[in-house]
Protein backbone atom coordinates (compact mmCIF):
# COMPACT_ATOMS: atom_id res chain seq x y z
CA UNK A 1 0.00 0.00 0.00
CA UNK A 2 3.26 2.38 0.36
CA UNK A 3 5.29 2.73 -2.22
CA UNK A 4 9.17 4.07 -2.62
CA UNK A 5 10.78 5.05 -5.72
CA UNK A 6 14.19 6.01 -5.66
CA UNK A 7 16.09 7.39 -8.01
CA UNK A 8 19.26 9.63 -8.52
CA UNK A 9 22.11 6.71 -7.70
CA UNK A 10 25.06 5.66 -10.36
CA UNK A 11 28.69 6.20 -10.89
CA UNK A 12 30.80 9.45 -9.72
CA UNK A 13 33.76 9.75 -9.42
CA UNK A 14 35.79 10.40 -6.15
CA UNK A 15 34.89 14.26 -4.47
CA UNK A 16 31.92 14.15 -6.64
CA UNK A 17 28.26 14.43 -6.04
CA UNK A 18 25.28 13.09 -6.16
CA UNK A 19 21.59 13.56 -4.83
CA UNK A 20 19.16 11.11 -3.98
CA UNK A 21 15.43 11.13 -3.85
CA UNK A 22 12.75 8.71 -2.51
CA UNK A 23 9.04 9.39 -3.43
CA UNK A 24 6.10 7.46 -1.51
CA UNK A 25 3.24 6.97 -2.80
CA UNK A 26 0.43 4.88 -1.89
CA UNK A 27 -2.71 4.75 1.06
CA UNK A 28 -1.54 6.50 4.02
CA UNK A 29 -2.59 9.10 6.76
CA UNK A 30 0.99 10.43 7.67
CA UNK A 31 4.66 10.01 7.72
CA UNK A 32 6.63 10.39 11.01
CA UNK A 33 10.23 9.98 9.47
CA UNK A 34 11.95 9.29 6.51
CA UNK A 35 15.82 8.47 6.15
CA UNK A 36 18.41 6.67 4.22
CA UNK A 37 20.42 3.76 5.45
CA UNK A 38 22.92 1.84 2.96
CA UNK A 39 24.91 -1.37 2.94
CA UNK A 40 28.53 -1.09 1.55
CA UNK A 41 30.07 -4.68 -0.08
CA UNK A 42 30.98 -7.24 2.63
CA UNK A 43 29.22 -5.08 5.56
CA UNK A 44 25.75 -4.99 7.34
CA UNK A 45 23.35 -2.27 6.64
CA UNK A 46 23.95 1.05 8.39
CA UNK A 47 21.72 4.37 8.93
CA UNK A 48 22.99 7.26 7.26
CA UNK A 49 20.33 10.02 8.06
CA UNK A 50 16.97 10.14 9.01
CA UNK A 51 14.59 13.03 9.32
CA UNK A 52 11.45 13.18 11.07
CA UNK A 53 7.94 15.44 10.38
CA UNK A 54 9.00 18.21 11.84
CA UNK A 55 12.67 18.52 9.98
CA UNK A 56 14.84 17.12 12.56
CA UNK A 57 17.63 15.60 11.69
CA UNK A 58 19.96 12.77 12.57
CA UNK A 59 23.53 11.62 10.62
CA UNK A 60 25.76 8.87 10.87
CA UNK A 61 29.08 10.10 11.70
CA UNK A 62 30.44 9.31 8.25
CA UNK A 63 27.49 11.24 7.07
CA UNK A 64 28.01 14.56 8.76
CA UNK A 65 29.32 17.89 7.43
CA UNK A 66 29.68 15.86 3.48
CA UNK A 67 25.65 14.85 3.49
CA UNK A 68 22.26 16.77 3.80
CA UNK A 69 19.04 15.02 4.11
CA UNK A 70 15.80 17.04 3.65
CA UNK A 71 12.30 16.53 2.33
CA UNK A 72 9.56 17.91 0.61
CA UNK A 73 6.32 17.34 2.49
CA UNK A 74 3.97 18.32 -0.32
CA UNK A 75 5.76 15.60 -2.72
CA UNK A 76 6.10 13.04 -0.06
CA UNK A 77 9.78 12.75 -0.80
CA UNK A 78 13.03 12.64 0.79
CA UNK A 79 16.61 13.86 -0.84
CA UNK A 80 20.02 12.86 0.44
CA UNK A 81 22.52 15.38 -1.08
CA UNK A 82 25.76 13.57 -1.27
CA UNK A 83 28.79 16.14 -1.58
CA UNK A 84 32.79 15.39 -1.53
CA UNK A 85 32.34 10.96 -2.10
CA UNK A 86 34.50 9.09 -1.04
CA UNK A 87 35.20 5.28 -2.30
CA UNK A 88 33.83 3.90 1.24
CA UNK A 89 30.34 5.63 0.07
CA UNK A 90 30.15 2.44 -1.90
CA UNK A 91 27.02 1.15 -1.10
CA UNK A 92 23.37 0.39 -2.32
CA UNK A 93 21.35 3.24 -0.60
CA UNK A 94 17.68 1.99 0.92
CA UNK A 95 15.07 4.59 1.86
CA UNK A 96 12.83 4.21 4.62
CA UNK A 97 9.51 5.60 5.69
CA UNK A 98 7.60 5.18 8.53
CA UNK A 99 4.28 6.65 9.20
CA UNK A 100 0.34 5.46 10.01
CA UNK A 101 -1.85 4.02 7.62
CA UNK A 102 -5.56 5.62 7.25
CA UNK A 103 -6.54 2.89 10.08
CA UNK A 104 -3.96 3.94 12.51
CA UNK A 105 -1.41 1.19 12.08
CA UNK A 106 1.79 2.00 11.53
CA UNK A 107 3.89 0.96 8.68
CA UNK A 108 7.88 0.54 8.21
CA UNK A 109 8.12 0.60 4.54
CA UNK A 110 11.46 -0.05 2.34
CA UNK A 111 12.81 0.78 -0.96
CA UNK A 112 14.28 -1.99 -3.23
CA UNK A 113 17.79 0.32 -3.15
CA UNK A 114 19.88 2.18 -5.43
CA UNK A 115 23.54 1.71 -5.98
CA UNK A 116 26.14 4.06 -5.74
CA UNK A 117 29.08 3.55 -6.47
CA UNK A 118 32.39 5.91 -6.06
CA UNK A 119 35.48 5.43 -8.01
CA UNK A 120 38.01 6.28 -10.34
Known amino acids: QVQLVESGGGLVQPGGSLRLSCAAS????????MGWYRQGPGKQRELVATITSGGQTNYADSAKVRFTISRDTVKNTVYLQMNSLKSEDTAVYFCNVAGRRWSGHFFDSWGQGIQVTVSS
Open 26 to 33: GSFLSIGA
